[in-house]
């Protein structure tokens, strides 16, 4: 199985955030192949997701202001259960400024709600990559989650 957070909108290829979202990718690469992706609007990350089919359906994970407030075990376990669904590929998406249309919204396994607070995309992105390396750690039974 492989994971691709993609960011939409987004054109950062550097800077402080780009480099914080490597190296948690990097990180939670040492657990599942993790790539860091950039489309340049909704249509073309939703094209991406329909190209990677191969003999399992893409899982997506939508970061949207109203989806569900999970804590990092409980988004841990989404996790989990889509990776021993045995799914190819899991994508993340940190969405348009615009927000997700009724398409997208449609299409997604999953509505993930970083809080009530609005986030730049860079940002977002950076939080949506340590979740993925602490949730991949916590199913690991790795002390880096210790409850903190």
């Known amino acids: 199985m492989n994971l691709w957070l993609f960011t939409v909108g987004g054109k950062t290829t550097s800077g402080p955030a780009f480099d914080l979202r490597q190296d948690y990718l990097a990180r939670a690469s040492r657990y599942l192949p993790c790539e860091l992706k950039v489309a340049a609007s909704e249509e073309k990350l939703l094209e991406a997701v329909h190209r990677a089919a191969g003999r399992t359906r893409p899982a997506l994970i939508l970061a949207d202001s109203a989806g569900a407030l999970l804590t990092s075990t409980e988004f841990a376990n989404e996790l989990s259960k889509r990776i021993d669904s045995g799914i190819q590929l899991l994508v993340m998406a940190i969405g348009p400024a ?45 002390p880096y989650h210790s409850g903190h």
Do not use: K, M
């Open 98 to 142: 615009d927000g997700w249309s009724a398409a997208a919204r449609g299409r997604a396994d999953l509505l993930l709600s970083f809080g009530r607070i609005t986030l730049p995309h860079e940002l977002a992105a950076v939080v949506a990559a340590e979740q993925i390396y602490r949730a991949l750690t916590i199913r690991a039974r790795h």
